[in-house]
């Protein structure tokens, strides 16, 4: 069983900073591949970053060079640091990890991020 908690969502004005993380729970043998996604009100669910066992990173456009994905590996803890956030990446945000090599997909529960303008 794995477990993925969010944290660090919030309320920030244009141009301000926030950092998210997932706290990874349970057993997870294998490769695999990290990630955030995010989906605003009446829009699908969208990559935003992903970050592989080998630590090879990926990031959707409009996250390159302001939103920086990591892992920890001594606490398991994903984290995305998301600078100069604006309103249209408002949206809610979720951790992601899906085993390269076998079947599953594993998703948290979200954490709310607000941009106001």
């Known amino acids: 069983q794995v477990q993925l908690v969010e944290s660090g969502g919030g309320l920030v004005q244009s141009g301000g900073s926030l950092r998210l993380s997932c706290a990874v729970f349970?057993?997870?043998?294998?490769?695999?591949?990290t990630g955030w996604y995010r989906q605003a009100p009446g829009k699908q669910r969208e990559l935003v970053a992903s970050l592989g066992s080998n630590r090879y990173r990926n990031y959707a456009d409009f996250a390159k060079g302001r939103f920086t994905i990591s892992k920890d590996n001594a606490n398991d803890m994903v984290s995305l640091q998301m600078n100069g956030l604006k309103p249209e990446d408002t949206a809610v945000y979720y951790c992601?990890?899906?085993?390269?090599?076998?079947?599953?997909?594993?998703w948290g529960r979200g954490t709310q991020v607000t941009v106001s303008s």
């Open positions: 349970g057993s997870i043998s294998g490769p695999h591949v």
């Open positions: 992601n990890l899906r085993p390269t090599t076998t079947v599953g997909d594993y």
